[in-house]
């Protein structure tokens, strides 16, 4: 069953240790199908060295397992309230990657302090508070409500990525290799903007004219940058 979307995942579970996101076992990626609401996502606990595609799970919306013989990722309610909650969204990536893992467990959001960050999100990554002690009894399932809930009063398409108070960040994306990719982006902006701050604790956002230039360029109606086509640009900052 939906054997082309296990290969996808499978594919773009493969990228994470490739670009650095995950130590062990610490990351997973998941893609749904929309016209079947069945979503396939990693394996728990699996090395990535030994995983296949034919170890790829297949969930449904109501958190039921419709295919597949080993346990679904821990993280798999998460994933599947911010698919329920948000139909533009068609990949969902979680990691523990050190640098954007780093401003969650300080429970900072990343301020835009420059072109790469605004040509990717416009503004801020938001990082949501912790989850009270009645929550946590439900962890994985509210740690996505608690996401919903402070995107359903923003914009889940331009902010495509949230860092979680002591835990980390998750990522998403029109399908898995997106959101990976805007993972990947992530993880560079954190590391930026870290050392930024190093070199100028007085540091300030960028001018919001530029970020707006950045953004712009980029997405929506009167975008410009790149060729006419839909497969994203390498990660990193492009000119």
């Known amino acids: ?41 990693k394996p728990s606990g699996v090395a990535y060295e030994k995983l296949s595609p034919k170890d790829i ?15 679904p990722s821990s993280d798999t309610a998460t994933h599947c309230e911010l698919y329920k909650a948000f139909p533009s969204i068609g990949g969902v990536v979680h990691t523990h990657s050190p640098w954007a ?5 300080a429970g900072r959001g990343i301020p835009c302090y420059g072109t790469t960050h605004a040509d990717y999100f416009y503004g801020e990554v938001p990082c949501v508070r912790n989850l009270t002690k009645e929550e946590l009894k439900d962890y994985e399932a509210n740690t996505g409500r608690l996401i919903v809930e402070h995107f359903r009063k923003a914009n889940v398409d331009a ?30 902006v954190a590391k930026m903007a870290a050392r930024c701050e190093i070199l100028n604790p007085q540091v300030q956002s960028a001018p919001q004219e530029l970020q707006d230039k950045h953004y712009f360029r980029k997405h929506g109606e009167n975008a410009y940058y790149g060729q ?3 497969t994203p640009p390498a990660a990193g900052h492009q000119n």
């Open 1 to 41: 069953m939906l054997e082309e979307l296990k290969q996808k995942v499978y594919e773009a579970n493969m990228e994470l240790p490739k670009y650095g996101l995950v130590t062990f076992t610490w990351g997973n990626v998941s893609a749904i199908d929309r016209e079947t609401g069945y979503f396939a996502i």
């Open 159 to 188: 902010v495509p990525c949230v860092l979680c108070k002591n835990h980390g960040p998750f990522a998403w994306g029109k399908d898995a290799h997106e959101a990976v990719h805007n993972a990947v982006v992530l993880e560079e």
């Open 228 to 230: 006419k086509s839909n």
């Open 101 to 105: 893992t780093s401003w969650a467990q």
């Open 57 to 71: 799970v297949i969930m449904d919306l109501n958190g039921n397992q419709i295919e597949g013989e080993l346990n």
